[in-house]
């Protein structure tokens, strides 16, 4: 993604009801699914920890019609494999209405606090603890495997 892509991401994530703070920040890694007009269907992307040990995976989204086919099973995996390949050895994620999406790709349910200490120089944990929205938050982690096998068929998607 480049910084002409953040307003079609700000609003295609407003629709998503997702945060949009700090898509602009150069430390968020963030990958846009466009059909072949440029309309934005779907978004993945992630933050390191200080010590690149652990990824924040954040902005996870697809269009309605696209969802139920894989879609943002790919878009995720995508976002997985990038962080893992980069180093990160755990990855974690706030959600509190796609639990089930996440425990998919093998996230379980994890403690928040734990979750904003590992992360804590990342842009989404700082604006939710500035904002008092962490402690209404739902944590979620997964070990990252190196193998990118592990995480769908994420390479095929035509992401950028």
Known sequence: MCPGDVPDLVEFLA?????????????????LLRDSSGQVHGSAGYELSSDERHALIRSVAVEEHLRG??????????????????????????SRRSGPFWQRLGFTAADRDELAEVLSNTRQVSLFRESGQLQREV??????DHDASSYSSATTTEVR
């Open 15 to 31: 629709r998503a009801d997702l945060t949009l703070s700090g898509l602009d920040d150069p430390d968020v890694r963030l990958w």
């Open 69 to 94: 086919h894989g879609t943002g099973l790919e878009l995720a995996g995508w976002a997985l494999q990038h962080a893992a390949a980069e180093g990160a050895r755990h990855a974690w994620l706030f």
């Open 139 to 144: 944590a979620w982690a997964r070990p990252l």
